[in-house]
């Protein structure tokens, strides 16, 4: 069974930027789709990026589009998500997570939380103003 671990997370200022980590192991995870999320205490996680292992097509939540790049290392089997220009409302927990393709790709489906069903633990981000 394969594991996940994010790292990266810390307090920065607005404008500024990080660089989440999300290492795998246990599993390739190399026809799988994975996502970035986040989650505010008291509201639903949140996909922000969609990531095609087997292809390399991305997808990306229009809030963070154009300030957030998700890329992945397949040797060291590690996906990156670089943030920039942070805003104090991109505060949140940040998790990856991943699950095998459905039928060679990652639909609609994948928009949505309860479809993966490998999970980090979380990293906190927390940006202020």
């Known amino acids: 069974q394969g594991q996940l671990v994010e790292s990266g997370g810390g307090s920065v200022q607005a404008g500024g930027s990080l660089i989440l980590s999300c290492a795998a192991s246990?599993?390739?995870?190399?026809?799988?789709?994975m996502g970035w999320f986040r989650q505010v205490p008291g509201q639903e996680r949140e996909v922000l990026v969609i990531?095609?292992?087997?292809?390399?097509?991305?997808a990306y939540h229009d809030s963070v589009k154009g300030r957030f790049t998700v890329s992945r290392d397949k040797a060291k089997n590690i996906m990156y998500l670089q943030m920039n220009k942070l805003k104090p409302e991109d505060t949140a927990m940040y998790y990856c997570a991943a699950n095998p393709r459905s039928r060679g790709h990652c639909g609609a489906a994948y928009w949505t939380a309860q479809t993966y069903a490998y999970w980090g633990q979380g990293t906190q981000v927390t940006v202020s103003s």
């Open positions: 246990g599993d390739t995870y190399n026809e799988d789709c």
């Open positions: 990531l095609d292992t087997g292809t390399g097509g991305t």
